[in-house]
């Protein structure tokens, strides 16, 4: 079964208050969001492996460490997953980002696919699903499927706020997908939004309505 891990680390935790107050305004929340972004990235790749390398420092030849060459993907669900793709980046520069076009039918709440473009080797990859927001599971469940249908074999989730119903969708449909959040909330409202929450992380992030 897929691992949940809550990433508590004091700066996250921190910033997530200010993401979530009602009065930061949209440059304060795109610039936490990526601060944020960034720091889930270094949690996120603390098991990254290693494998020896030998170089000469100017004193000596040494024998130390680089990262074995895991290949890494990140597939941010448009629009608000965009918002956390810089701030990635700036750990891991040399990622290949692949896109995947969902939006939750107001209505319905059911996600529909309107994009996909995805690196050409995403089976051999370690692929990063970002999306702030994991509400019903609708969207992150669809995406997976998505990469899966296409071959990616090693996917992560990471998000900064999920309600416990998305989780548990993600846990039946994608029991071999480890999650990563910022905060596990209480529940969701009716109209499908998490509760405390933050909002509509896309209209926050591109101040739209
Ligand atoms: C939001 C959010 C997730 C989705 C989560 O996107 O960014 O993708 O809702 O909800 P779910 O878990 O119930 O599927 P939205 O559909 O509002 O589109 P946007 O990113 O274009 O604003
Ligand atoms: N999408 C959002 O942007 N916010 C929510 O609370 C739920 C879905």
Redesign the pocket.
């Known amino acids: 079964m897929g691992n949940v891990f809550v990433l508590d680390h004091p700066l996250i935790q921190h910033k997530l208050t200010y993401i979530r107050d009602k009065n930061t305004g949209t440059k304060e929340f795109r610039e936490l969001v990526d601060e944020v972004a960034m720091l889930m990235a270094f949690e996120i790749t603390r098991n990254l492996p290693l494998q020896e390398a030998s170089i000469e420092t100017p004193v000596m030849e040494t024998k130390t460490k680089v990262l074995a060459g895991k290949k890494i993907g990140l597939i941010p669900?448009?629009?608000?997953?965009l918002g956390m793709v810089d701030g990635m980046l700036n750990l891991i520069p040399a990622a290949r980002v692949g896109h995947v076009g969902?939006?939750?039918d107001p209505e319905t709440?059911k996600?529909v696919e309107y994009y996909i473009k995805l690196p050409t080797d995403i089976s051999e990859r370690e692929l990063i699903v970002i999306?702030?927001?994991?509400?019903?599971?609708?969207?992150?469940n669809d995406a997976i499927h998505s990469l899966k249908k296409r071959g990616a074999k090693n996917i992560r989730l990471m998000c900064l706020v999920a309600a416990p119903e998305?989780v548990e969708v993600i846990k039946e449909e994608h029991p071999d997908v480890d999650i990563y959040l910022a905060a596990l909330d209480e529940k969701l409202d009716e109209k499908?939004y998490i509760v405390p929450g933050l909002g509509?992380?896309?209209?926050r992030l591109f101040g739209t309505k």
């Open positions: 669900i448009l629009r608000a997953g969902l939006y939750r709440l996600p999306d702030p927001m994991l509400a019903t599971g609708g969207s992150a998305g499908g509509d992380a896309g209209d």
